[in-house]
């Protein structure tokens, strides 16, 4: 249940930052603003990339990535306007700025949105951006940034959101997941030449958020990371045993096994280390699975008590 | 809990499924015989539900059931029935019957109320159904063995319900009742073995009793065994039935894992069992000091003279699970099921 609520939260999450912009304005009820995304790209410090946008529902989304590492911290802008940004990350920065235009605006072609061009406003924002990361992992500290308003004519088909193609899900031939409150754990084996840097695909993710504190708004930060190994960091030759060893960030081991009671266990020391935090376990006693041959089926195993 | 629902339902529909009347082909319909069937609620004794039904005229069941909640959201059950037949005459509302040593019924239903009338099912045609409720009257005594409870009167309410000959599109009507007794006296499993990964069976049967013990491991779940417990035999012009059925802690099943041989497994289920038994594929043989406390009741449930086995599968391999299994031998009390053969 706890696992069901987490993942509710998690999409209920998501679906927010990518909510067509003129859904958010009926659930407003304030008139129909227009669909305007601000985006700044920032250069963090320890080779780090920072990408903040502001969602037509003001959404502040400030992205910190770095080698298939990806961290998200979320908040609410307090501004309605689509020029101006007032929006504090409690216990991580500020983001206060105004966007100037600057140059004409251009509608640039994307693949795959034929017909669909954005229109973008390149610019600058003057004003404040602050941002420190868990145990000062990367920073940035600015007064003035090169910035854009785009006005997507659909929220698939944006200029500055970075869609990175998945391998498609017909391609796999064995796979593992497991989940909690808080984390998804995705292991993906595809036959050779279907993905770049090997056989398999690595995937976590999780999710925390800061309740609503004396006027402040919610902070909700994801942190992701996606990576490709070679095929035998993930063993399956016999059907009731696997053993994951994922490349860094990931850490330690994890192994599905069945034990005398016919429950597949799935333990280990397996954990990721994202950066600026103390290692997440993914694997452990009473944990939920789910392990898959394409072939063949699955070995499902539901989360019970420690 | 769903359990506890399914085996109340079982002792009705053990009610309900033999009251039903024979069928008679007749081109495209079926024939559904007359039928008058009652009951009676005798309320609860020593945590027992008691009953007295009579799912047609020439049956009489004493049912006792009694369900619990366990720890970790778990739960048990055992329940016992007991069948013989009806010396008097239910159309007129009378119930006679002897229990052997344990007891006896003479009861007539005093009616109150309107008589209820309804139409027949969906599917069948030819009159309505009528339904009598009110108080049985006379005498009801019966005790338990090893007086595990004890009744003495007829309090409750009851009811005695008639449905005329029907004619019923085919397939739509009641299935035709057992004739033997014993078939009474052996409802259905409380845990469908489907899905099962783990699955050990022991039985035996001598002197016309049947024992037979099941435990097994669904894909999926968590830690832990649903077992069950069925005894059948007959008893001086009547048949009894008890049972027990448990959705096991962990500990209760351990076996060897798929491929290994020879097989083995340990089968130590909580109250109302005691002990543990081991199956070991090696010796083809059950032992150990397994035993059940039921009903006033103490059964060893291993040995020699049981017969066991054991399933054990890979879901990957034998998406089916255990339920292509056939376990016992040809003297089962189990009732057959569609697709329950050997592959």
Same mark, same amino acid.
């Given at each position: 249940m706890r696992m069901r609520q987490a993942a509710a939260a998690v999409l209920a999450l998501v679906a927010l930052a990518c909510i067509p912009a003129s859904a958010g304005a009926v659930a407003e009820g304030s008139g129909s603003p227009p669909m305007q995304w601000l985006d700044i790209d920032l250069a963090g410090s320890n080779g780090y990339s920072i990408h903040v946008s502001v969602n037509p529902r003001r959404h502040l989304i400030l992205q910190v990535s770095k080698e298939g590492v990806e961290l998200?911290?979320?908040?609410?802008?307090?501004?309605? &306007?689509? &020029?101006?940004?007032k929006a504090k990350l409690v216990g991580f920065g500020t983001v206060s700025v105004r966007f100037h235009r600057r140059g004409a605006v251009r509608h640039p072609s994307l693949p795959g949105c034929e017909g669909k061009r954005p229109t973008v406003q390149p610019g600058v924002v003057r004003?404040?951006?602050?941002?420190?990361?868990?145990?000062?992992?990367?920073?940035?500290?600015?007064?003035?940034?090169?910035?854009?308003?785009?006005?997507?004519?659909?929220?698939?088909?944006?200029?500055?959101?970075?869609?990175?193609?998945?391998?498609?899900?017909?391609?796999?031939?064995?796979?593992?997941?497991?989940?909690?409150?808080?984390?998804?754990?995705?292991?993906?084996k595809y036959r050779p030449g279907v993905i770049e840097g090997?056989?398999?695909?690595?995937?976590?993710?999780?999710?925390?958020?800061?309740?609503?504190?004396?006027?402040?708004?919610?902070?909700?930060?994801?942190?992701?990371?996606?990576?490709?190994?070679?095929a035998s960091t993930f063993r399956d030759a016999h059907p009731e045993r696997l053993t994951l060893s994922p490349p860094p960030p990931f850490i330690g081991t994890g192994t599905l096994t069945r034990t005398a009671e016919s429950v597949f266990a799935w333990g280990g020391d397996l954990a990721v280390q994202f950066p600026g935090i103390d290692p997440i376990p993914l694997a452990g006693p009473g944990l939920g699975s789910d392990y898959c041959l394409r072939e063949t089926g699955c070995i499902r195993q539901v989360e019970y008590q420690r | 809990m769903v359990a506890v629902g399914l085996v109340v339902a079982a002792v009705l529909v053990l009610a309900a499924g033999a009251g039903q009347a024979e069928l008679r082909r007749a081109g495209r319909f079926d024939v559904q015989r007359a039928l008058t069937a009652g009951y009676l609620s005798l309320g609860k004794e020593k945590g027992y539900q008691l009953a007295l039904s009579m799912p047609n005229a020439q049956v009489v069941i004493f049912s006792a059931v009694r369900t619990e909640r366990l720890q970790d959201e778990r739960f048990s059950g055992r329940y016992s029935v007991y069948v013989t037949r009806n010396r008097g005459s239910l159309e007129r509302g009378v119930v006679r019957a002897r229990f052997g040593s344990l007891g006896r019924v003479s009861l007539r239903l005093r009616p109150s109320g309107p008589t209820r009338r309804s139409d027949p099912r969906s599917g069948c045609e030819g009159g309505l159904l009528?339904?009598?409720?009110?108080?049985?009257?006379?005498?009801?005594?019966?005790?338990?063995?090893?007086?595990?409870?004890?009744?003495?009167?007829?309090?409750?309410?009851?009811?005695?319900?008639?449905?005329?000959?029907?004619?019923?599109?085919?397939?739509?009507?009641?299935?035709?009742?057992?004739?033997?007794?014993?078939?009474?006296?052996?409802?259905?499993?409380?845990?469908?073995?489907?899905?099962?990964?783990?699955?050990?069976?022991?039985?035996?049967?001598?002197?016309?009793?049947?024992?037979?013990i099941s435990a097994m491991h669904r894909e999926e779940s968590r830690p832990g065994a649903d077992v069950q417990l069925k005894i059948v035999e007959p008893r001086r012009g009547m048949v009894t039935g008890h049972g027990a059925f448990l959705d096991g802690p962990p500990g209760t099943l351990l076996t060897s894992r798929p491929g290994a041989h020879p097989a083995t497994a340990t089968l130590a289920p909580p109250a109302p069992f005691y002990g543990e038994a081991a199956y070991s594929e090696e010796a083809d043989a059950w032992t150990g000091n397994l035993g059940v406390k039921i009903a006033g009741l103490s059964l060893p449930l291993s040995g020699p003279d049981f017969h066991a086995r054991l399933c054990v599968v890979n879901p990957l391999r034998d998406k089916d699970g255990c339920d292509f299994f056939k376990t016992e031998p040809a003297f089962i009390e189990r009732p057959a099921r569609p697709g329950w053969m050997l592959r």
């Open positions: 998200e911290y979320m908040t609410r802008d307090v501004l309605p &306007d689509a &020029d101006r940004v004003g404040t951006i602050k941002f420190v990361g868990e145990r000062e992992y990367t920073q940035v500290k600015v007064r003035e940034a090169e910035a854009a308003i785009e006005e997507p004519k659909s929220w698939l088909c944006r200029y500055a959101a970075k869609f990175e193609p998945r391998p498609g899900q017909s391609d796999w031939i064995s796979k593992f997941s497991t989940e909690e409150e808080g984390f998804y754990f995705l292991a993906r090997g056989e398999v695909i690595y995937l976590a993710e999780t999710g925390e958020t800061f309740k609503r504190t004396a006027g402040r708004p919610p902070l909700t930060i994801f942190r992701d990371v996606s990576v490709p190994a070679s | 009528t339904a009598r409720r009110g108080r049985f009257v006379g005498h009801l005594s019966f005790r338990g063995e090893g007086n595990y409870f004890h009744v003495a009167s007829p309090k409750g309410n009851g009811y005695i319900a008639h449905s005329p000959r029907l004619r019923c599109e085919q397939g739509k009507a009641e299935e035709r009742p057992p004739r033997s007794l014993r078939a009474y006296a052996a409802p259905n499993f409380v845990f469908s073995d489907e899905q099962s990964i783990a699955l050990l069976y022991a039985s035996t049967h001598s002197h016309g009793r049947y024992v037979g």
